[in-house]
């Protein structure tokens, strides 16, 4: 690999101690008393719009993203923009059921998805099952994130085998772990605004710069080879490439936010209107993740992969060194740190709230349901902070030790199970129909299949499902969880009928989520 | 926000209006093609790019419209 860059990793070094230290101070920013959950986990419900807007945008639209988009775009072409509709149809989602989410988990302090199925549905094992689903799907997540931090550390020339190319892995670990344990979701929250001003920076500049160095939009998709920059057409009796683009849109928006690092920062905000709010400017992100998707077609254009400066980098991260080796081509080494910083830093905000996330899950919904009925305030804080830990642990030794396509393709089967806690959440949001058992009997299905399914067609998203001679390719998430939804309503009358006058109680009312 | 104003959760129709972006970004028929080209840019690219800002707008017009 190249040599190190020393120019770019000052300024990158410098960037990563400054957010070092805001992460530290943060724990004093709108104080509360960080011994209570949900001042450590949920950042005392109190971000307004504009916070809630950089914390959310950081922690959806991540580093790993930012890097696999456009490699995606890199290899595969026009297929990788799907993130564009992806990122415009979740919107209305968080616009209508969200702030029913927020009124009735405020009003009854609930923190996690679990929390909210435990009083709507009176389940316990319903409870287990959404926190279990929403802790197996964020480890592979944190564990990509981490890839993001590797693969920018390489691009500035630390490589090789052994504890000195992990080190800087290591040392980012220590940090992210340290200051969320200081400070939970206060940390990535302060840390977001630096990171997303950054990105901003790097995106625009490079969307205007790259463009004029390599002669124009014309020039550069003229480059690109032209199978790559349209779906195919589907041929005959199959809805081909544009049944799996669109259904890989809309699951991939359906489950976002269900995902428990997407709650915790939705429920962090300060009121329902600040998520509304939301819902209408965070397509700023979606504009920019658009403009990023192209990088993988300027990357074609200015002929990053055959440079032969980028070819150990290419040999050891794939496509996935894309933009990092355009970054570097195209810009001088200050500025390569400032965007490699943004990225680098991108990894450790969604890095820290999945952990904290995960935590709640596992405080709430495991330990303090199976373990230790009522713990006081402290000891459940303590708690979280311990298992925010663990749970980094867990995604570190996964990136050292296990192949990264094994944490690509849990991320692809965390997306899969993730989207069968929809029934319980975002349908429980709005009614209480559902039997309790239906639901986890529907998300068992859901599970099972969607796994046997991705197994089939060796862990790839689309299954092609075949129906009287005509074939389907769709996202396996959105079959499986219309089956889910199947399941439940047919069993639903079933169990009711069985549980007669038993059935659980439901803690929450109707006027919980309109107030 | 004052509390005083009226309440998200409650059904609006103005909701409606978020048909409109499934509609025109979940059917790659309408937009799986090169022409128009707008500063070199494929149509595909641009007019997802486009209604990213056009869904916004949509959005905020019924943020604004179901807040009374």
């Not at chain 1, 964020?138 to 020339?157: D, F, H, K």
Request: aromatic fraction near 16%.
């Amino acid at each position: 690999m190249q040599e190190i860059n020393w120019v770019a990793l000052s300024v990158f070094v410098a960037l990563f101690g400054l957010i070092t230290w805001l992460g530290f101070a943060a724990a004093r920013w709108r104080r509360g008393d960080l011994d209570q959950l949900h001042e450590w986990g949920l950042g005392g419900r109190r971000f307004g719009t504009m916070v809630t807007w950089f914390l959310v945008g950081g922690d959806i639209y991540t580093a790993y993203t930012f890097i696999a988009v456009p490699a995606l775009a890199y290899g595969a072409g026009a297929v990788a923009f799907f993130a564009v509709p992806y990122t415009i149809v979740i919107y209305p989602f968080l616009f209508l059921v969200f702030p029913r989410l927020w009124n009735v988990c405020r009003k009854h302090g609930y923190i996690t998805a679990g929390d909210f199925v435990r009083g709507r549905f009176g389940n316990r094992w319903l409870a287990l099952a959404i926190a279990i689903t929403g802790i197996v799907a964020t480890m592979p997540y944190i564990a990509l994130q981490l890839v993001g931090i590797q693969v920018v550390v390489g691009a500035l020339g630390i490589s090789g085998t052994g504890l000195g190319a992990d080190l800087p892995l290591l040392i980012a670990f220590g940090v992210l772990a340290a200051f969320t344990y200081s400070s939970g979701l206060r940390a990535p929250a302060s840390i977001a605004i630096v990171k997303d001003i950054l990105i901003y920076i790097t995106a625009f500049t490079a969307i205007i710069a790259i463009p004029i160095e390599l002669g124009g939009f014309g020039r550069i998709f003229a480059a690109v080879p032209p199978q790559k920059l349209l779906l195919a057409v589907p041929g005959a009796n199959t809805t081909g490439a544009y049944g799996s683009y669109a259904t890989l849109a809309l699951g991939s928006a359906l489950a976002l936010f269900l995902y428990p690092h997407s709650m915790t920062g939705i429920l962090s905000a300060s009121s329902g209107h600040a998520i509304r709010r939301n819902a209408a400017m965070l397509p700023g992100y979606s504009f920019m993740l658009g403009l990023l998707a192209l990088f993988g077609f300027f990357a074609i254009a200015a002929d990053v992969g055959h440079r032969p400066e980028f070819a150990a980098g290419f040999k050891q991260f794939g496509n996935n060194f894309a933009v990092p080796a355009l970054l570097l081509h195209s810009f001088p080494s200050w500025f390569v740190g400032i965007a490699f910083a943004a990225i680098g830093i991108g990894a450790l905000v969604p890095a820290a709230i999945m952990s904290i996330a995960a935590a709640n899950l596992y405080t709430r919904n495991i330990h303090r349901e199976f373990i230790n009925r009522n713990p006081t305030d402290r000891q459940e804080s303590q708690n979280a902070k311990w298992v925010s830990l663990i749970v980094k642990l867990g995604a570190l030794v996964f990136i050292l030790f296990v192949p990264t396509e094994y944490a690509i393709q849990l991320q692809l089967l965390g997306g899969i199970w993730i989207i069968q806690t929809l029934p319980s959440v975002m349908f429980g949001v709005y009614t209480r129909w559902f039997n309790d058992w239906a639901l986890l009997l529907g998300w068992a299905a859901g599970i099972f299949a969607g796994t046997a399914m991705a197994i089939a067609v060796n862990l790839k998203s689309a299954y092609p499902l075949s129906i009287g001679g005509y074939t389907f390719p769709g996202y396996i998430a959105v079959y499986t969880v219309v089956l889910n939804l199947v399941v439940t309503v047919l069993l639903t009358p079933l169990f009711n009928a069985l549980a007669g006058k038993r059935a659980p109680a439901d803690q929450t009312v109707a006027a919980d989520y309109v107030a | 926000m004052k509390s005083a104003n009226p309440t998200p959760g409650r059904w609006n129709w103005w909701y409606l209006l978020f048909l409109l972006q499934f509609v025109a970004v979940l059917w790659p028929p309408f937009y799986n093609r090169l022409e128009p080209r707008w500063i070199g840019i494929p149509f595909f690219y641009w007019y997802q790019m486009l209604w990213v800002i056009i869904a916004a707008a949509v959005t905020a017009v019924v943020y604004l419209a179901s807040r009374e």
